[in-house]
């Protein structure tokens, strides 16, 4: 059993090197290209996915939407999938050495955002039902905080490891259950 993640296509934030959280931010011209590219590949290479689950924000539904009409593969929202609020560090600068500490605070909330905990704990369920569905392969389209709780449902990592840890716009990975 095993499931595909990927991370959006690159966003106006990314490119100015701010955080974009659960702030909805649009993709760029380059970061549909990444989508349509990512697309081929998972036509031409992954052909047992068979369900795309997206988080809702318009920067990964654009690019799932784009990698299913591509493909064809059907694709769903899922909720659980959006981006953490990283409350007041939303728009600030991505590689500042406060927000890296930040990250390493695992039950903080930025004072109106959500904690780390709190995002593991709805990651975490929908991997244990992703676990579970043997009727589907599923492609995750998400943002670079839900591939940090990915990696760490399976790998144990030190805080500085996992404050550390990101993927590329439209990388994709394989996990195994």
Not at 133 to 155: C, K, Q
Not at 157 to 173: L, V
Request: proline content about 2%; aromatic content about 10%.
């Amino acid at each position: 059993m095993h499931f595909y993640f990927t991370r959006h296509g690159q966003t106006f934030w990314n490119v100015s090197n701010q955080i974009c959280g659960a702030t909805d931010i649009g993709l760029t011209e380059q970061g549909y290209q990444q989508a349509k590219t990512l697309g081929e590949t998972i036509r031409q290479q992954y052909k047992d996915i068979d369900l795309i689950l997206t988080s809702p924000l318009s920067r990964a539904c654009e690019t799932a939407r784009t990698i299913s009409e591509i493909t064809g593969i059907p694709l769903q929202a899922e909720p659980r999938l959006i981006e953490q609020n990283f409350g007041v560090y939303e728009s600030t600068p991505r590689d500042s050495a406060e927000f890296h500490e930040a990250k390493k605070n695992f039950c903080d909330r930025f004072e109106t955002g959500e904690s780390m905990l709190q995002v593991a704990a709805r990651i975490f369920s929908l991997l244990d039902e992703i676990r579970k569905d043997t009727d589907h392969t599923v492609l995750l389209v998400a943002h670079n905080g839900i591939a940090r709780h990915i990696e760490a449902y399976f790998h144990s990592m030190s805080n500085e490891e996992f404050s550390s840890f990101g993927i590329q716009n439209c990388e994709i990975r394989r996990y195994d259950f």
